[in-house]
């Protein structure tokens, strides 16, 4: 199985940063691709910012200049550092993480795709 463990959000004032970390735990054989989303209550999960192994970026037009992602594959770890927040950011930001992991049990690589926990950001004053 694949864990994914979120850190960094918080209460910030428009205008300021935070930064956000992921790190992905388990059986992990690699990883293919590793990204953030966001959701407000009574609306879709929204795809903010993803990175590929090969280290392309895509960001949502909403954010792109004020939010950069980042990894670390051999530490299987990945940040989003946001700048310029805006009250419009608020919400719960989920990471999400593709790739091969080893599973015992039958012996061979299965793909996943795992969610970390959510953390919450709130932009206000």
């Known amino acids: 199985q694949v864990q994914l463990l979120e850190s960094g959000g918080g209460l910030v004032q428009p205008g300021g940063s935070l930064k956000l970390s992921c790190a992905a735990s388990?059986?992990?054989?690699?990883?293919?691709?590793m990204g953030w989303y966001r959701q407000v209550p009574g609306t879709q999960r929204e795809l903010v910012a993803t990175?590929?192994?090969?280290?392309?970026?895509n960001y949502a037009e909403s954010v792109k200049g004020r939010f950069t992602i980042s990894r670390e594959n051999a530490k299987n770890t990945m940040s989003l550092q946001m700048n310029s927040l805006k009250p419009e950011d608020t919400a719960v930001y989920y990471c999400?993480?593709?790739?091969?992991?080893?599973?015992?049990?039958?012996?061979?690589?299965?793909?996943?795709?795992?969610w970390g926990q959510g953390t919450q950001v709130t932009v206000s004053s």
């Open positions: 990175i590929t192994s090969g280290e392309v970026h």
């Open positions: 999400n993480v593709r790739g091969t992991r080893y599973d015992s049990n039958i012996g061979h690589h299965l793909d996943f795709t795992s």
């Open positions: 388990g059986s992990i054989v690699s990883i293919n691709a």
